[in-house]
Every structure is written in structure tokens, then in C-alpha cells.
């Protein structure tokens, strides 16, 4: 089916392993992003990217890495996780153009215990 | 700089009353303005944009939200509200005049429709 998936839906970990999230989207969408949802604070962008091997940092990017060597998956690693990071994570993409929406996933909620 | 406020945390209202959900926004050049909708346990989802244009927007739901430059504003407006309505609801800014594509999201309202 068309559109864009996380895998998983739901994680739970411990302090100190490496976790992936998968983002996949199925529309070559060229723009592609990663956010966190804590209560109180919205949406955070973690990092995003313009192209395949074209990524930047957003807002709260310490403690992640992002790698985009295809264009339709965008892959959310935390090298070491906190409880800090227990959270939703959501991925986004978007079309080529400052005037177009993001289209969301339905994102993956992790725990770290 | 962009940013966006969402001065009220909840929103009550009864079946069938307008819903009026307050958004503003701060940013250096003209703003690009979003409104999307969360349901519990799924991804946002859309609802309307303004870019340029006439001021009032309509969009998905029978939602539409009013532009107001002077006062930096972007309302989320629905003329009778509908208990299925009842969700998040976040307001996003992009700066036109900004070099790259992020969007920056309010900390969301919680709309409770009464029926």
C-alpha cells in the first residue's frame, strides 16, 4: 500500500542498547523527517533530509544518528539509549517546496527502561 | 527565528457549538501555516494551509482557519462542532523567506467535544 510505515509500533529497551526505527515511504517524496513527541512540548524535529545522503540536525539531535541511502527509507538510530528518550517518534515526509505539507506516520512509541 | 504558541492546553465545547482553536505565530519573514490533527495512537494528519491568498481557508472536516497578519494569528474555526472531533490539534509555522523545509509545531489543544 502506498504511503509511509514505522516499524516497529511499539519498543521497549534498556539503558544502554542500540535501537533502530524504520521509516519507509512509498511516495519519492524527497524530504523526509524524524520527530519526538514529549507532553508539553509539541513536536520536536530530530534530524531531517533533503535527499538520499543529504541529512541535517534539527532541534534536539543528540543521542541519534540518521542515515538516507535510499530515497524512501530513512532509518532513526539511538546508539546508546537514555530514559531521556522514552517518547513517540513520528516521521514525516514532503514534496520538494517550502509550500507543501508533511505527511506523517503513525509512529513508533519506545520505552527505555 | 520561527514559532508558534498555543495559548490554551484544552478546549471544551458542546455538540453543535462553534469550536474556535487559537493559534499565533512569530516569524522573520511571511509564514507558511499549518494546522493538523491527531487522533489517539495515530500519525497527524493534515487538515489546511494557508500560503498566500485570501485569509480564510477552508479545509478537510469542515474545518477553516482565519489568516490575520497584524495580529499574527491563525485560528482554527468550525462553525458546529462534532463529538468526533475531539482530538489534538497543532498548529505548525515554516518561514517563506527560510532556506530549508522545517516546520515548527505548537504544543498542541486538546479539543473535548460534549455531546
Known amino acids: 500500500d502506498a504511503g509511509i510505515t514505522q516499524s516497529p509500533r511499539y519498543k521497549i529497551t534498556e539503558t544502554g542498547r542500540q535501537v533502530t526505527l524504520m521509516c519507509h515511504q512509498t511516495?519519492?517524496?524527497?524530504?523526509m523527517f524524524w520527530y519526538r513527541q514529549d507532553l508539553g512540548h509539541g513536536l520536536r524535529l530530530i534530524y531531517y533530509?533533503?535527499?538520499?545522503?543529504?541529512?541535517d540536525k534539527g532541534e534536539v539531535p543528540d543521542g541519534y544518528v540518521v542515515s538516507r541511502s535510499k530515497t524512501e527509507n530513512f532509518p532513526l538510530t539511538l546508539e546508546s539509549a537514555t530514559r531521556s528518550q522514552t517518547s513517540v517518534y513520528f516521521c514525516?515526509?514532503?514534496?520538494?517546496?517550502?509550500?507543501?505539507?508533511?505527511?506523517f506516520g503513525p509512529g513508533t512509541r519506545l520505552t527505555v527502561l | 527565528a520561527q514559532s508558534v504558541a498555543q495559548p490554551e492546553d484544552q478546549v471544551n465545547v458542546a455538540e453543535g457549538n462553534p469550536l474556535t482553536v487559537k493559534c499565533t505565530y512569530s516569524?522573520?519573514?511571511?509564514?507558511?501555516l499549518f494546522w493538523y490533527v491527531q487522533y489517539p495512537n495515530r500519525g497527524l494528519q493534515f487538515l489546511l494551509k494557508?500560503?498566500?491568498?485570501?485569509?480564510l481557508v477552508k479545509g478537510s472536516y469542515g474545518f477553516e482557519a482565519e489568516f490575520n497578519k497584524s495580529q499574527t494569528s491563525f485560528h482554527l474555526k468550525k462553525p458546529s462542532a462534532l463529538v468526533s472531533d475531539s482530538a489534538l490539534y497543532f498548529c505548525?509555522?515554516?518561514?517563506?523567506?527560510?532556506?530549508?523545509?522545517?516546520?515548527?509545531f505548537g504544543a498542541g489543544t486538546t479539543v473535548t467535544v460534549r455531546a
Open positions: 516569524v522573520s519573514g511571511n509564514p507558511y
Open positions: 505548525a509555522v515554516r518561514d517563506a523567506w527560510g532556506n530549508d523545509y522545517k516546520l515548527s
Open positions: 514525516a515526509s514532503s514534496w520538494t517546496g517550502s509550500r507543501n505539507e508533511q505527511f
Open positions: 511516495w519519492s517524496h524527497s524530504y
Open positions: 533530509s533533503a535527499a538520499a545522503d543529504i541529512t
Open positions: 494557508y500560503i498566500t491568498g485570501d485569509n
